[in-house]
């Protein structure tokens, strides 16, 4: 994995990866010399442990059953899983889970042309509103940029970090979610278009695409207007479709400009020139630096310009004074034409093209089946004209990169499964027989995944790498059992019959069903505490551990009912086709 995903999960596959190989290296140096030590004196008989006889109570008439009909469990368990895959069109798709990081950032966007008088005032009423919310702690809101070229935010832009007071404190069954939705009811100002996010979240997706809310577009193309209608079509076209919490188009073309074009014959006449003119609207309008001035290690600039009275509007503009050279005064309005006009408020381009964006907050629904909905609107009630494209960014963007990836990891990782099954068994159908107990781990993941309403994201998809393994090491255990039986039977009988497989394969699943349920409840047990778990990061937890819990769930019945069967099946073939005089241990 890379970018996000790989900077999320490589700790975690490096963890496992470390304490894997430092406890295969204990089980086969530190462990033997320590049951030396510890395991003396009388030893309780396997079939003297109360639980094991439990078991082997509640298993023995299954796998009777199991090998009487064989086929038909097999059968059976192929429409189960088939049946089983029912849930895969239910669940929703997205990047990471969200993260739920104990405070909120509120990000709206206005409309662009407003005043910074007015902006100012807007971000106090909203900072207000905000803070008469009994679960908020602090309110601080910031509008427009700082003085850094790391910071392009436009006027347009507030940035208000919500301080939320410990959960303790919170009211009765009050959640982030009906936080946001009591924050986004009583925050509704014209003109303003809402966005409740999460801080550091938000902070790493606008530095990687820009985009702010979980679902972005860019449009592309060579005209501003063009694509600021375009804007406003999708604008248009989305707040319609299900699962729109709010959209905002960028104006790109809708910002306010007060020109000055300057009349060169008149300004001739006075003895000016183009620079002089500049020079005064530069130091009347934006100020002058006239000196500086010392306080004790710091410096700081002293500016000059005219009283806000003198610079409000067009008309006061025009009535700025100028000296001539000659010593005469005129009016700004004596030389230049002074009018407001439209233009661009700022302008992006990617990949050498201007880009306009459009962003969508969603609600109760996934980033994945939202863009589906919407791109499939979008694409039948807009016709780009030629040169304008639309690209779908944001989480999304995200989302098909690792989905890209995913494509040959999950691949390889099966092969690399498939290869080291061969090297230990030396057969092929004991590989293959272990390698279906990986699909049937699934069934239980996906069904997990379902009832507990949690979406397939990058978070999932490790969970079921991770199961891949876990499911393959029961299905070994299982093997390993068996295949010891009829060794055994066959050291014992140089002829085989039909009996002695059946007996055989009894007492490999039956006399060691223990170490089989051993395994699946210790690696059941040490992922509770990850499902029950709480607090920040848990989100993402819960997701890799939710797949492994239902998956071995589903691979353990496999495993004690569905492999004995397949394992008999093929045994009693290749002692057919073998006949009795050969092991049918050795013939594959």
């Known amino acids: 994995l890379e970018a996000q995903e790989g900077r999320m999960f490589s700790p975690l596959a490096y963890t496992k990866t470390y304490a894997m190989a430092a406890a295969a290296a204990l089980s086969v140096t530190l462990v033997p010399v320590l049951m030396g030590y510890f395991i003396r004196g009388h030893v309780v008989a396997e079939n003297k442990n109360p639980i094991n006889r439990l078991l082997k109570a509640l298993y023995s008439p299954v796998i009777h059953l199991v090998l009487r009909f064989p086929k038909t469990v097999v059968v059976l368990a192929l429409v189960i899983f088939v049946v089983g895959l029912w849930p895969l069109n239910k669940i929703g798709s997205e990047f990471i889970p969200p993260l739920d ?42 509008i427009g940029r700082a003085e850094t070229a790391t910071d392009p935010a436009p006027l347009t832009m507030i940035e208000t970090f919500i301080q939320l007071k410990p959960r303790a404190e919170w ?5 982030t979610e009906k936080l946001k939705k009591e924050l986004d009811s009583l925050v509704k100002l014209p003109g303003v278009t809402n966005a409740w996010v999460m801080p550091i979240k938000t902070r790493i997706d606008m530095l990687a695409t820009g985009i702010k809310t979980p679902v972005g577009i860019k449009v592309a193309g060579p005209e501003l207007s063009q694509i600021q209608a375009i804007g406003q079509q999708l604008e248009t076209l989305l707040k319609d479709v299900p699962g729109t919490a709010s959209v905002y188009s960028e104006r790109v073309a809708g910002g306010r400009y007060i020109k000055v074009d300057i009349l060169r014959e008149k300004a001739a006449r006075y003895g000016l020139n183009i620079a002089d003119v ?87 629904v996934d980033v994945g089946r939202y863009v589906e909905h919407a791109r499939s609107v979008v694409q039948q009630k807009i016709e780009l004209p030629a040169g304008y494209s639309i690209t779908w960014s944001g989480q999304y963007e995200y989302m098909e990169r690792a989905k890209a990836k995913l494509m040959y990891v999950v691949p390889l990782t099966l092969a690399i ?23 049937f781990a699934l069934i239980g993941g996906l069904w997990l995944l379902w009832w507990l309403e949690f979406n397939l994201s990058v978070a999932v998809v490790v969970g079921f790498i991770a199961l891949a393994g876990v499911a393959a090491e029961t299905g070994v255990v299982m093997l390993i059992y068996l295949d010891a039986a009829l060794k055994k039977v066959r050291q014992q009988k140089s002829r085989l019959t039909r009996q002695d497989i059946h007996q055989a394969i009894m007492e490999g699943a039956v ?42 769930v589903s691979s353990t019945l496999l495993t004690l009912v569905v492999i004995p069967a397949l394992y008999i099946i093929i045994k009693n073939w290749q002692y057919q086709k073998y006949g009795q005089h050969e092991h049918p241990d050795d013939s594959v």
């Open 101 to 142: 990081e104990g405070d909120l950032m509120y990000m709206p966007t206005t409309y662009p042309g407003i005043s910074i008088g007015k902006a100012r005032e807007l971000l106090q009423q909203t900072d207000k509103l905000i803070r008469t919310v009994p679960e908020v702690e602090t309110v601080f809101g910031k």
């Open 171 to 175: 009211r009765e069954g009050m959640t």
């Open 278 to 364: 500049q020079q005064v609207v530069a130091s009347a309008v934006g100020g002058m630096n006239v000196t500086h001035t010392v306080e004790g290690l710091e410096r700081y600039p002293v500016n000059i310009r005219y009283p806000q009275s003198y610079r409000e509007s067009p008309e006061q503009l025009a009535l700025l004074p100028i000296v001539t050279p000659r010593g005469q005064r005129i009016a700004l309005g004596d030389v230049a034409t002074i009018a407001i006009e439209d233009g661009p408020p700022g302008i992006k381009s990617e990949n050498a093209r201007l880009n306009g964006w459009t962003f969508v907050d969603i609600d109760n």
């Open 417 to 439: 499964i498939l290869v080291l099954l061969y090297l230990n068994f030396r057969r092929i159908t004991e590989t293959l027989i272990v390698m279906l107990s990986i699909p």
């Open 511 to 552: 006399e060691r069903v223990r170490p089989k349920m051993m395994t699946v409840t210790a690696i059941t047990a040490g992922l509770l505490p990850i499902m029950w778990g709480d607090g920040t990061g848990s989100e993402v937890m819960r997701r890799i551990a939710t797949p492994m819990v239902g998956g071995m």
